[in-house]
Nanobody, 123 residues
Framework: QLQLVESGGGLVQPGGSLRLSCAASGLTLVYYAIGWFRQAPGKEREGVACISSSDGSTYYADSVKGRFTISRDNAKNTVYLQMNSLKPEDTAVYYC????????????????WGLGTLVTVSS
């Protein structure tokens, strides 16, 4: 019943911007902490950003801090990842996932994952 669907991926040039969306059904995102993750070919999955369910606090990996912004629109039951100043090393499949708390997101105790959206940064 629970489902997250990512969208917004695509091909962008280095230095460009892209906004990813994570739309939820079967769960109300306001009650969940949401994390964005990414996985590049041949690499391990890594956490990118997270937003809390309580006060909207945000957290970012050092590699994206200052370039990416996570936000939520509770009315649309959607979480976004605004990606600016994109670099080739940002190329990956991006996933969103939900957990009860930020600690659960960080600890890998995710309740549901989306299927991912591909972001390719290349000239």
């Amino acid at each position: 019943q629970l489902q997250l669907v990512e969208s917004g991926g695509g091909l962008v040039q280095p230095g460009g911007s892209l906004r990813l969306s994570c739309a939820a059904s079967g769960l109300t995102l306001v009650y969940y902490a949401i994390g964005w993750f990414r996985q590049a070919p041949g690499k391990e999955r890594e956490g990118v950003a997270c937003i809390s369910s309580s006060d909207g606090s945000t957290y970012y990996a050092d590699s994206v801090k200052g370039r990416f912004t996570i936000s939520r629109d509770n009315a649309k039951n959607t979480v976004y990842l605004q990606m600016n100043s994109l670099k080739p090393e940002d190329t990956a499949v991006y996933y969103c996932a939900a957990a009860e708390t930020v600690a659960a997101v960080v600890g890998g105790y995710l309740e549901v994952w989306g299927l991912g959206t591909l972001v390719t940064v290349s000239s």
